[in-house]
């Protein structure tokens, strides 16, 4: 899994410094009274240019001839199937979801969980890695002239300066935060198409 997540964070960050990979992105935010949220989805499409199988290194190419190569690690078990040609697509999700949960009474702490899936043996390569991480913490102060406010959590203290003056004015000592980060990612290696006769 940490070597799917690393070549995922690779091919996430070729697309913002490589224009030789094509990607489209999204990004969304909301709020409510007492709620606020953020995501953004970027896509990654590559084509493979070389495959060696004794080290594991794929090149990938992008549209406008941009090359770079990473390793695939062992999470990847149908190395085999991949072929010159073939296109690697990567797509990955994150969102953040921040609640105010007035008069608190929740337990105060962090939970994280992950989970992983991965192509049959014998199937084209894929691969898929989520996580979510959800924390809760007190809000044991309120300043109103720097608009900031002080959350306590299970490990440490933290001020958080509150942007927006009508969520500020919702919160009071004694209430907790409850913030969720989700991330996602799936990579998957397509069989290069036909050209149309």
């Known amino acids: 899994m940490r070597s799917l997540m690393l070549t ?6 070729i ?8 990607q489209t992105g999204t990004a969304v935010v909301g709020k409510g009274p007492g709620v606020a949220s953020a995501a953004q ?33 062992p999470e990847v078990k149908n190395l085999a199937q991949m072929k010159v040609g073939d296109q690697v697509m990567a797509e990955y999700v994150e969102a953040l979801t921040v609640k105010l949960k007035k008069g608190g009474g929740k337990v105060v702490g962090m939970t994280e969980q992950t989970r992983t899936a991965a192509a049959k043996p014998g199937d ?20 109103p002239a720097t608009q900031t406010l002080t959350l306590r959590g299970a490990k440490k203290t933290v001020e958080v300066k509150v942007r927006d003056p009508e969520q500020f ?21 397509e069989p290069v198409k036909a050209a149309a006769k």
């Open 124 to 143: 084209r390569p894929a691969g898929a890695v989520g996580r979510r991480v959800k924390i809760v913490a007190d809000v044991i102060d309120v300043n």
């Open 8 to 13: 995922a964070a690779f091919l996430v960050a």
């Open 169 to 189: 004015k919702l919160v009071s000592k004694g209430d907790q935060v409850e913030a969720t980060y989700t991330e996602a990612l799936a990579i998957a290696v």
């Open 15 to 22: 697309a913002g410094s490589m224009p030789g990979v094509a």
């Open 41 to 73: 989805t970027v896509k990654v499409t590559a084509t493979i240019t070389a495959i060696d199988n004794a080290t594991r290194e794929v090149t990938l190419k992008g549209p406008q001839g941009k090359e770079v190569t990473i390793v695939a690690g």
